[in-house]
């Protein structure tokens, strides 16, 4: 099983990223796929989550509104669309999965998550 992020830069504020995860190893379409961050000095944080089909997905109230979760099944990807970046934002992303159904709550929860791609860093800065 990997999941691989990729994406991650240096960008301006209010500037745009799009994440990266490609996963193998395992049916990636019975999955749901997160991501999370972990800002330096801080915990991991969970931001968004998507359902295995693509249909329902969730956010974290910081970047809802500016970040979109989407993925293609046909090519075992989950991406992050990351727009209107600020400060806060700079991070190491990661993505992962997870068996079951996500909840509104469920969703930004590590520990329901059975593994964990490397991590991609996003800086956002003048």
């Known amino acids: 099983v990997q999941l691989q992020a990729s994406g991650g830069g240096l960008v301006q504020p209010g500037g745009s990223l799009r994440l990266s995860c490609v996963a193998s190893?395992?049916?990636?379409?019975?999955?749901?796929t997160g991501w999370f961050r972990q800002a330096p000095g801080k915990e991991r944080e969970g931001i968004s989550c998507?359902?295995?089909?693509?249909?329902?997905?969730y956010y974290r109230d910081s970047v809802k509104g500016r970040f979109t979760i989407s993925r293609d099944n046909a090519k075992n990807t989950v991406y992050l669309q990351m727009n209107s970046l600020n400060q806060e934002d700079t991070a190491v992303y990661y993505c992962a999965k997870r068996r079951f159904r996500p909840t509104s709550d469920s969703c930004y929860v590590a520990r329901l998550y059975d593994n964990w791609g490397q991590g991609t860093l996003v800086t956002v800065s003048s």
């Open positions: 998507i359902s295995s089909s693509g249909m329902t997905a």
């Open positions: 190893g395992f049916q990636f379409d019975n999955y749901v």
